[in-house]
């Protein structure tokens, strides 16, 4: 296992690998190649073999990786092993589509709170899940050590949210709200702009 520190834009790919080694039929692929991941996945072979190798070493001539281990490295990366809990601000249709979303525990990021200022979305949901009334934010996030808060109210509302998530202790935050956060040094923020995406793509149509 390798210990070295991992570049962002290669963290942002491990997820891709790890989700493509599971979906492998275990029982027949023992064993797979640089090349046969990058062709699986539409991505440049040199690419691939120098981010493998940044957590699981270099791939054995002739065999490459064994499945079990690299999808075992890839997870001690990630954190797939170990739980974090994160939070939802804002349980509109976009708060509770993420809460619900199943692909957050193969990464190791459980969801089952959000926190909403309407007080008729609190209440007891499906699954386990809840959503709590915003005064409850702080008190919550400090009992379950929350480091991880996702926003998704609208912009006006984004910064006082953000504000409150650091206040409660969270240290990064998942904005979709389109606004520019300040937080204090040492909070991570990722923007993620639904609308600005999609028009990314259209230009290339």
Known sequence: MMDK???????????????????????EK?????????????LGEVQVRKDLALVSGAGKPKIGYFVDELIGH???????????????VGAGKLGKALMFFDGFPEYGIMIDTAFD?????????????????????????RSENIKIGIITVPEKKAQEVCDSLVD???SAIWNFASASL????????????IASSLAVLSCNC
């Open 5 to 27: 520190k991992i570049p962002k834009a290669v963290l942002m790919r491990l997820p891709i690998y790890l989700h493509y080694l599971k979906t492998l039929p275990r029982s």
């Open 30 to 42: 023992k064993t797979i190649s640089s090349s046969a991941i990058a062709g699986a996945l539409k």
């Open 74 to 88: 890839l997870e001690h990366v990630l954190g797939s092993r170990n739980i974090t809990k994160a939070v939802i």
């Open 117 to 141: 200022c309407d007080g008729s979305k609190c209440g007891p949901l499906e699954r386990g899940k809840q959503v709590l009334p915003m005064e409850k934010l702080k008190d919550y996030c």
């Open 168 to 170: 409660a202790g969270v």
């Open 182 to 193: 300040e937080t204090p040094d040492g909070v991570k923020v990722k923007n993620e702009n």
